[in-house]
């Protein structure tokens, strides 16, 4: 199922979804190039048994990156993102992408913390890739860039759960 891009009519820049989902963007834009980054409060939200299928990375990277894509699979958030997606105006470049229904986020590997089982802080593994894990999302705003939005999406928290091996090998390592 391809949820690449999909219109939203609702021209508002504050909505509502339930009592405790709301976004509210600032009115002015920080400018990025021909990105612009509208920041919000940042809403955060826990999403338990996702699974990173690869290891974090930027696409033609050295590896030595600090901010990296992260491709989570979970139902529930994938339920999340297009709930809150819906706030977006005109085309919106969702962050649930392709044929394996993941949500892509990013990771900031010197402000991320990982937690083991008994909730105690621990070291980031060497490999994340096929984890198993319970995470905590940051919506943090969106971008507008060529007639297209979206959400800026970031783990913040990462409480390991279970190590497997990597769903699928990323072709980009």
């Not at 339930?18 to 809403?43: H, I, Q, R, Y």
């Not at 060529?146 to 999406?153: A, K, P, V, W, Y």
Request: negative net charge.
């Amino acid at each position: 199922m391809k949820r690449f891009l999909y219109e939203n009519k609702d021209m508002t820049t504050q909505t509502t979804m339930s009592d405790n989902m709301a976004l509210t963007f600032a009115d002015k834009a920080k400018v990025l190039g021909a990105t612009s980054f509208f920041p919000c409060k940042w809403e955060s939200f826990r999403v338990d048994g996702c699974t990173i299928l690869w290891e974090p990375n930027v696409y033609n990277g050295s590896g030595d990156e600090n901010r990296v894509n992260a491709c989570i699979q979970s139902e529930g958030l994938i339920e999340k993102v297009l709930e809150y997606e819906e706030v977006l105006t005109g085309p919106v470049a969702s962050a649930v992408k392709g044929e394996m229904d993941h949500v892509k986020v990013k990771i900031t590997w010197d402000k991320i913390r990982f937690y083991d089982l008994q909730a105690e802080l621990t070291e980031r593994p060497q490999r994340l890739g096929g984890w198993t894990c319970n995470i905590v999302f940051a919506i943090k705003g969106k971008w507008v860039s060529h007639g297209q939005s979206g959400l800026s999406i970031e783990a913040t928290d990462i409480q390991l759960v279970e190590a497997k091996q990597a769903v699928h090998k990323n072709p980009f390592l």
